[in-house]
Structures are given as structure tokens and as C-alpha cells.
């Protein structure tokens, strides 16, 4: 089963970029969709971007303008490009492959172990 591993995180200050990558041990090629997901301490896990057949995307609303998520098939990497951050964007980020909604959460049979994103105002 392809692995996923997430790296890029770190501490920045607000306004501050940051690129995160999810590298897989396998190909993505199969994959219909990929995403990146973030969880705030004491908060529900949150779908952040999704990248649906290498073109369609979707954002989640508070991050419209600032984040892009790209897909390299070749590379068997996805990325999020992370720009003008906000303290508000601090938490632990995730990437997965193929998940689903279901009564109020997300499943899926690949989840990367997550990388700290630290935002200080």
C-alpha cells in the first residue's frame, strides 16, 4: 500500500509562506483525489484543499487566495503553497488520497503522519 509522508512544516511568522510537500512511496497516478487536511488542538479535523483529476480544486473558504495545491504525477508529490499566513492557519496538516465524507468526518486508507504548521502573530 503507497505510504504518504508530509514534510515542509515549521514556524513562520504571520504574512510569512511556507511549502508544504506530501511525498508517496508509490504512484499517485490512480488516485481520482488528494487533499490536505489540518486539526487545531481541541478543534475537528478540517479539509483544507482538494486537487480532484489533477485540474479541479476546491478551498476551504478561509484560505481562498492564499493556499494552492498542485499534483506532480511524476514526482508522486502533492503540494500546498501556503502564503500570507495567519496565526489562524496553526495546526497539524495532513495529506491523504481517495478519502471520503461520511457522517461528519473523513476516511480514508491513506493518511500521512502529519507536520506541525506554527504561525506566531
Known amino acids: 500500500q503507497v505510504q504518504l509522508v508530509e514534510s515542509g512544516g515549521g514556524l513562520v511568522q504571520s504574512g510569512g509562506s511556507l511549502r508544504l510537500s506530501c511525498a508517496a512511496s508509490?504512484?499517485?497516478?490512480?488516485?481520482?483525489?488528494m487533499g490536505w487536511f489540518r486539526q487545531a488542538p481541541g478543534k475537528p479535523r478540517e479539509l483544507v484543499a482538494d486537487i480532484r483529476g489533477g485540474t479541479t480544486t476546491y478551498f476551504l473558504d478561509s484560505i481562498k487566495g492564499r493556499f494552492t495545491i498542485t499534483r506532480d504525477n511524476a514526482k508522486n508529490t502533492l503540494y500546498l503553497q501556503m502564503n500570507s499566513l495567519k496565526p489562524e492557519d496553526t495546526a497539524v496538516y495532513y495529506c491523504?488520497?481517495?478519502?471520503?465524507?461520511?457522517?461528519?468526518?473523513?476516511?480514508?486508507?491513506?493518511w500521512g503522519q502529519g507536520t506541525q504548521v506554527t504561525v506566531s502573530s
Open positions: 491523504s488520497a481517495d478519502f471520503v465524507y461520511y457522517n461528519g468526518d473523513y476516511y480514508s486508507d491513506y
Open positions: 508509490g504512484s499517485i497516478f490512480s488516485f481520482n483525489v
